[in-house]
């Protein structure tokens, strides 16, 4: 059972280029999040999907675009990457009922812009 | 504004002396509060909940609503409690606000 799965783990970009982190969930949740990991910053959340078919912007979306393919997946798009996103990125998902809002992570993807 | 405050970037204690991570928080509802904690090269993954009421690795947190607090305690730190840890606020039904961790270490 893999859980949260994240690709690439490692990425280098220029200024200016353009990526797609992929995310997916083997786990049937409904809710999906993509998450910023800063030095000093904690965990920021960048978008998130309560649902498929729905998104919605967290506290850092700007720069950002996501897509929630289908249920088991949701992709996080930095059109034109900035040195400011240089960070650690972490995909999570959360099921319902008891397990509401208790998040499985995915591994974490490390992105540098230079 | 919702928040999540730990006051603590870095807190070092030695094998065996109790250990306390301060989280505090604001919100004008009824609060649910997490403990996230992420292990060297392991995934962040959730510790306790203040529902639950529970145990976790001899770790407790209460929920103080007066002084808007859910400190993480444990009596007797272990080596194996070095690790970067998170308390996280749910905000609204999906959402989970963070604090900006505290990194403890614990010496032999």
């Known amino acids: 059972n893999a859980g949260v799965t994240q690709t690439p783990k490692f990425q280098v970009l220029k200024t200016g280029q353009s990526m797609t982190l992929q995310c997916a969930q083997d786990m049937n949740h409904n809710s999906m999040y993509w ?19 729905t998104t ?15 249920k088991r997946e949701f992709s996080l798009r930095l059109e034109s990457a900035a040195p400011s996103q240089t960070s650690v990125y972490f995909c ?20 540098t812009v230079l | 504004a ?23 928080y604001s919100y004008s509802g009824s609060p649910e509060l ?30 103080n609503k007066g002084e808007t607090s859910f400190h993480l305690k444990k009596p007797f730190a272990q080596e194996e409690d070095s690790a970067m840890y998170y308390c996280a606020l749910r905000q609204g039904a999906q959402k989970l606000v963070f604090g900006q961790g505290t990194r403890l270490t614990i010496n032999p």
């Open chain 1, 35 to 53: 998450y910023r990991q800063d030095p000093g910053m904690g965990l920021r959340l960048i978008y998130y999907s309560a649902s498929e078919g």
């Open chain 1, 56 to 70: 919605d912007k967290g506290e850092v979306p700007n720069g950002y675009n996501v897509s929630r393919l289908n």
């Open chain 1, 92 to 111: 999570a998902s959360s099921g319902g009922g008891v397990g509401a809002n208790v998040l499985t992570f995915g591994a974490g993807s490390r992105l």
């Open chain 2, 2 to 24: 919702q928040r999540v405050t730990q006051p603590e970037k870095l807190l070092s204690v030695f094998k065996g002396a109790p250990v306390e991570l301060k989280c505090n």
């Open chain 2, 34 to 63: 997490f403990w996230y904690v992420q292990y060297s090269r392991q995934r962040l993954q959730l510790l306790l909940r203040h529902i639950s009421r529970e145990s976790i690795k001899g770790f407790t947190a209460d929920l």
